[in-house]
């Protein structure tokens, strides 16, 4: 296990190095998101009671989009020089390589939120400080959901010509509970109303899906980054 844990925080370690160097991903992302919310914000009506019932989809939107420039870049990446083929020949087992990618793909997905929320709340109008701890805790259960799904598909995707349109059009159906849930209890959150009552179920399956996914991603690594 302590082998396993290091294998990981070293693969994750590594991408989140390279990623800090280049900051393609990364920069790529933040301009995205804050571009997206700014268009948002001349199409609604920011003290409006229809903008904030349908702040949570606004906002999962545009992670979901955000997530999938930084998740096409998580493989793709390492084809310089063949250096996936050295990853894989490795003795660092398919696992632990995975599960270090997508430690990596959280973390930076995660800072394009930390920076979007602030931006959200500046243009929309809407307090979201006081519930910070719980968006939190959705907010880390929706983004773990999109980068399990999206770091297998873009290791399945890497060696196609059209990988940036392919990994959309194959994540993007699967994550449709997942948004589902997320969008509900970020509104949830966002109107005061807390994670108990309507959106207790809707966080239950944002728990049941990230389990589900994890592991068949992490059993299925092996044949995805070998076969």
Request: charged letters at 10%; proline letters at 4%.
């Amino acid at each position: 296990m302590g082998l396993f844990l290091r294998q990981t925080l070293t693969i994750a370690a590594k991408d989140l190095r390279s990623e800090i160097r280049t900051k393609e991903a990364l920069n790529a992302s933040v301009s995205f998101s804050i571009v997206i919310l700014l268009l948002f914000s001349f199409a609604f009506e920011p003290s409006s009671e229809q903008t904030h019932e349908i702040a949570g989809g606004l906002l999962w939107i545009v992670f979901a989009f955000a997530g999938a420039l930084i998740l096409n870049r998580s493989f793709a990446r390492e084809l310089v020089n063949d250096c996936l083929d050295a990853l894989v020949s490795s003795p660092t087992p398919g696992p632990a390589l995975f599960t270090g990618k997508a430690i990596a793909n959280l973390v930076l997905l995660l800072i394009v939120e930390l920076i979007s929320f602030p931006v959200f709340g500046i243009f929309y109008n809407v307090r979201w400080l006081s519930q910070f701890p719980l968006l939190f805790v959705v907010m880390f259960l929706g983004t773990w959901g999109i980068v399990v799904i999206g770091t297998m598909f873009s290791a399945m995707t890497v060696n196609l010509r059209l990988r940036e349109l392919m990994l959309p059009v194959l994540v993007y159906p699967m994550m449709i509970p997942l948004l589902m849930g997320a969008i509900q209890c970020t509104t949830a959150l966002l109107n005061g109303q807390g994670l108990g009552g309507e959106a207790a179920p809707w966080l239950r399956l944002l728990i049941g899906f990230d389990l589900i996914f994890s592991i068949l991603a992490v059993a299925l690594s092996d044949t995805v980054l070998v076969g």
